[in-house]
């Protein structure tokens, strides 16, 4: 079963517009990290983000982490039509397995 | 392109067949996983090798499931017997070991497979 939830679920906004995902987790981490996933392609990885820390930021990405809420968010800045996607959480293990949850599908209108 | 290679990108087959999988991880990475993934659901993890051992398996894997990594490099995810439910993408990833930190997963492209 999966790990965590995803909020929203689907989330459709107009170009230039901001969009933000948030996940929820149940357990410690080691890290979570998050990926991008395009119609029938395999996963992209984005950010990983460590359990000490807070804040990371990637180009027009920035996610956050808040340990005590079991939470984290991604924001995407200035959306384009490319990004136009699924975004999945996933919270690692010190194996480095990953717990996805369900994903945000994204729909961003040119 | 020295990116994770999945092969097949689809699988059609009739229910009660055998059917394997191969991936060929990013050529340095040690570590490699299998996931499946249902239309609408984020993937769920089924096994994970470190260079040829297998050091951990989902309750998911049922004994239909097996899957290989003989010399540390490919991989192979067989289903025997193949059931409806088995329908689903199944995806593989490979990462560096941990080294200085942890790695993100670089993922394939996935087989589909669709049981008749």
């Known amino acids: 079963s999966q790990q965590g939830e995803e909020d929203p679920q689907a989330l459709s906004i107009q170009e230039g517009e901001n969009a933000t995902m948030n996940c929820s987790y149940k357990t410690s981490i080691n890290n979570l990290q998050w990926y991008r996933q395009n119609s029938g392609r395999g996963l992209v990885h984005l950010i990983l983000?460590?359990?000490?820390?807070r804040e990371k930021h990637s180009g027009r990405l920035r996610v956050t982490l808040d340990t005590s809420k079991k939470s984290s968010s991604l924001l995407i800045t200035a959306s384009r039509a490319a990004d136009t996607a699924s975004y999945f959480c996933a919270k690692a293990g010190n194996t480095g397995k990953l717990i996805f949850g369900q994903g945000t599908t994204l729909q961003v209108k040119p | 392109d020295t990116g994770v290679s999945q092969d097949p990108r689809h699988k059609i087959t009739k229910r009660g067949q055998n059917v394997t999988f191969r991936c060929d991880p990013i050529?340095?990475?040690?570590?490699l996983y299998w996931y499946r993934q249902t239309l609408g659901q984020g993937p769920e993890f089924l096994t994970y090798f470190q260079n040829e051992a297998q050091l951990e398996k989902s309750r998911l894997l049922s004994d239909r499931f097996s899957a290989e990594r003989p010399k540390g490099s490919f991989s192979t995810l067989e289903i025997q017997r193949t059931e409806q439910g088995d329908s689903a993408m199944y995806l593989c990833?490979?990462?560096?070991?941990?080294?200085?930190?942890?790695?993100?997963?670089?993922f394939g492209d996935g087989t589909r497979l669709s049981i008749l």
């Open positions: 983000i460590r359990s000490n820390e």
């Open positions: 050529s340095e990475h040690n570590r």
């Open positions: 990833a490979s990462s560096p070991p941990p080294g200085q930190g942890p790695q993100p997963q670089h």
